[in-house]
């Protein structure tokens, strides 16, 4: 499987486990009205910066000789993800990305759209929030003290 696309099935994954939390889905879009976002396109880049944040860290690994499949996604914790969304640097997010879709490319453009201007910030640091609530929130719900991704199953 390519990594981009393992990358992107946790970040599915990891936002349906967060919709079964009762009233998680609707509090994530009201906030994203309350934001003035329209919640398909939020969710979408959303989606996005989630997938992003597990990329960086399967090139971290991949940077140390690990290599970058599926099984490396399923170890990541959820906490270093959550770091990665929030913590790092946009532009590290943003670097070392394969050839995507277009429809991939389209959202990956927006952020970057997000991370360049000036106007934009907050949406960016909502965004980058709201995958630590969802990271939190699902990892709140899992039995493990310090969960993974194939905690979530």
Known sequence: MDVWVACAT????ILRAVDRI???HSDRFERYRTWSMAPATAEALLKTLLTLSIHALVL??????ETGTEA??????????EAAA???????????????????QLHVDALRVLVHDDAS??????????????LMNVA???PSSDP??????
């Open 72 to 81: 490396l996604v399923q170890q990541l914790r959820l906490t270093d993800i």
């Open 121 to 134: 910030a907050p949406h960016l640091a909502r965004l980058s929030q709201m995958v630590r609530i969802s």
């Open 140 to 142: 709140a719900a899992l």
């Open 22 to 24: 009762p009233g998680e």
């Open 60 to 65: 971290d690994a991949v940077a140390r000789g």
């Open 86 to 104: 929030t913590a790092r640097p946009s532009h590290e997010l943003l670097a070392g990305l394969p050839r995507l879709s277009e429809e991939d």
């Open 10 to 13: 946790w970040s599915e994954r």
């Open 148 to 153: 993974i991704c194939a905690d979530i199953g």
